[in-house]
C-alpha cells in the first residue's frame, strides 16, 4: 500500500511569490490534514478534511492560505503571497476516519524556504 | 499555550541500555496518545500508541506507561539501538480535540554504539 505521497520535496522562492503543495493521501483513508513544522517544534495543525469538507481551520492564516479537496481525495495547500516567516516544513497527513482509528500517517513533507 | 511539552530537548544513551522519553499534558479531556519517530528529511512516523483506559502498552523494544494522575506519559526502549536515533515526538487527542493531534516539542534521541 503506498504512503502519502508530497510533492514537490523542496521548494525556495522569493517573498511575495506564489507557492503550491500538492498532498495525496493513503487510499481509502477520509480525513486529510496539512501541518507546519517549525524548526525544533512538533507539528501544528493548519486545517483538518472530513471528505472534501474543511471541519477545522482555525489555525490557518486565511488572509494569505488556502487549501482545497475538490474530490475528497488529493488536496493543495497554496500561500500568496509568501512571507519570510513562512519557512518551514510543511507536512500531509492522512487517517482512516472513525472512531477508534487515531493513527495519522504523514508524508515526507515540502521544505519551504521564503528569501 | 502548549497542551503537550516534552520538556527534555536531547537525551544521549548508549547502546544496549534504555532510554525513557519523558511527555507532560495539560489537558485533561486528551485520551489517547501516540509516539511518533523522525528521520530527518522523512516525516513522522507511527511508532506506539495508548488509551487513557490503560497505564501501559507494549511493542516489542517499545513500552509506553501512562500516569493519568499525573498527566505525564513515557516511552521506554530497551534494549537502545544505534537505529533508534531520531527526534520522538509525542501527540494527544481526545475530548474537543478528537481526530487532531497535539504535539510536544520533541526530543532528539542518540544512542551511541
Known amino acids: 500500500e503506498a504512503g502519502v505521497v508530497q510533492s514537490p520535496r523542496y521548494k525556495i522562492i522569493e517573498k511575495k511569490q506564489p507557492v503550491a503543495f500538492w498532498c495525496n493521501p493513503i487510499?481509502?483513508?477520509?480525513?486529510l490534514y496539512w501541518y507546519r513544522q517549525n524548526l525544533g517544534q512538533g507539528p501544528e495543525l493548519l486545517i483538518r478534511?472530513?471528505?472534501?469538507?474543511?471541519?477545522?481551520d482555525s489555525q490557518l492564516p486565511k488572509d494569505r492560505f488556502s487549501a482545497e479537496r475538490l474530490k475528497g481525495v488529493d488536496s493543495t495547500l497554496k500561500i500568496q503571497p509568501a512571507e519570510l516567516g513562512d519557512s518551514a516544513v510543511y507536512l500531509c497527513?492522512?487517517?482512516?476516519?472513525?472512531?477508534?482509528?487515531?493513527?495519522?500517517?504523514f508524508g515526507p513533507g515540502t521544505r519551504l524556504t521564503v528569501l | 499555550d502548549q497542551q503537550v511539552k516534552q520538556n527534555s530537548p536531547s537525551l544521549s544513551v548508549q547502546e544496549g541500555r534504555i532510554s525513557i522519553l519523558n511527555c507532560d499534558y495539560t489537558?485533561?479531556?486528551?485520551?489517547?496518545f501516540l509516539w511518533y519517530k523522525k528521520y530527518p528529511a522523512e516525516g513522522p512516523t507511527f511508532l506506539i500508541s495508548?488509551?487513557?483506559?490503560?497505564d501501559k502498552n507494549e511493542d516489542g523494544r517499545f513500552t509506553v506507561f501512562l500516569n493519568k494522575s499525573a498527566k505525564h506519559l513515557s516511552l521506554h526502549i530497551v534494549p537502545s539501538q544505534p537505529g533508534d536515533s531520531a527526534v520522538y515526538f509525542c501527540?494527544?487527542?481526545?475530548?474537543?480535540?478528537?481526530?487532531?493531534?497535539?504535539f510536544g516539542q520533541g526530543t532528539i534521541l542518540t544512542v551511541h554504539p
Open positions: 497527513a492522512s487517517r482512516k476516519g472513525g472512531q477508534g482509528h487515531n493513527e495519522q500517517f
Open positions: 487510499s481509502g483513508h477520509n480525513t
Open positions: 478534511y472530513e471528505n472534501e469538507e474543511a471541519v477545522d
Open positions: 489537558n485533561s479531556m486528551f485520551d489517547y
Open positions: 495508548i488509551s487513557s483506559i490503560k
Open positions: 501527540a494527544a487527542t481526545g475530548g474537543t480535540s478528537y481526530g487532531k493531534l497535539t
